[in-house]
């Protein structure tokens, strides 16, 4: 990735004139089967975009609430777009259409109106659930009833993909607009892009401009994330799989620690894990042996694997289990 950044072809992205950010941008809006994409700095960034995209500022977003926007964005939706989010379903992270459909609101002028559902895949809160298409197919179906956008959070969406069998056009198909990270299981350095239509996608750019996105010659990062998905299509995706067998195995010793309160089976890359003692104390005990994971709660850990986590080091985890899980 180093080397692909130093030897890029570079130009001026603002003026649409870097070479590797548009090679990249058409790229991905294949791979996602939409018409264009707009390259971001971060995932936050490419959801806020695509809440503006969607609505005028006093309407209300649906959103699980599990959800990346609602828990982890700083408050963006108010401060940028100024809408406010409604928060539903359970700890899964997946909404039904009933719960979907009782909350649309706007037909009195004293109700915001409900004009976006918004849906992540996988969940990263819910240690990495992923969002059936049957389930996709049937939430979107009740939003278009009820004239509702619809916006996907895919950060992790290859990953969603290769554990249902899938691609990540499938699973966005259903979807007006679709964000995606680089930089999560595909490990490039920086890097989302957002898609949808060339209307959206115009119109995101002046969005982006506006959040302080504009970059100039940036496709030095954008030849980083052209090499991450080189890499992951190699092998039919390969390098995701043994992610989330190496989760797996992780869970699965987790499940015999005293420690250890109860395991979120996990569909993908993430084990989310309760404990007896404190999160925090968990986690000392953990990078004590040279195993870093991320609180989630007072008594809930979150640990990721992705393509520096090798065998070895996943070795070494279940080793520090012993010690810090006793």
Known sequence: MRRAMAEADVGDDVFREDPTVRQLEER????????????????????????????????????PERSHVFHYEGGGPAALSGVQLRPIGDLSGIP???????????????????????????????????????????????????????????????NAAVA???????????????????????????GSLLAGSREQMTQARRVRKLFGGGMRQVGVI???????????ERDDYAML?????????FAD???????????TPPDTNIVLFDTRDPAEQVIARLEAEGVRAVQFGPYTVRAT???DVDDAALETALSALETALA
């Not at 056009?169 to 490990?187: E, I, M, P, Y």
């Not at 954008?222 to 992951?232: G, N, P, R, V």
């Not at 799989?241 to 195995?249: G, L, M």
């Open 28 to 63: 991905v809006a294949d791979l996602l089967g939409k018409a264009d994409a707009v390259f971001v700095p971060s995932g936050v960034m490419g959801n806020q975009i695509a809440l503006r995209l969607h609505t005028q500022p006093g309407d209300e977003v649906v959103v």
């Open 96 to 158: 039904t259409v009933e719960e979907v459909i009782n909350v649309v609101r706007g037909a009195y002028d004293w109700e915001p109106r409900t004009t976006l559902l918004w849906l992540e895949n996988t969940v990263n809160k819910a240690g990495g659930r992923v969002v059936p298409l049957p389930t996709i197919a049937a939430l979107a179906e009740a939003a278009r009833k009820h004239g509702l956008a619809l916006h996907l959070d895919g950060a992790r969406l290859w």
């Open 164 to 190: 249902l069998g899938s691609t990540p056009a499938a699973l966005a198909a259903a979807f007006d607009t679709v964000n995606v990270c680089l930089s999560k299981g595909l490990g490039a350095p920086i």
């Open 222 to 232: 954008a030849a980083a994330a052209s090499i991450a998905l080189d890499d992951f």
């Open 241 to 249: 799989r043994a992610d989330h067998r190496r989760a797996r195995a």
């Open 253 to 263: 010793a987790l499940d015999s620690c005293a420690g250890v309160r109860q395991v």
């Open 305 to 307: 694997f992705h393509r």
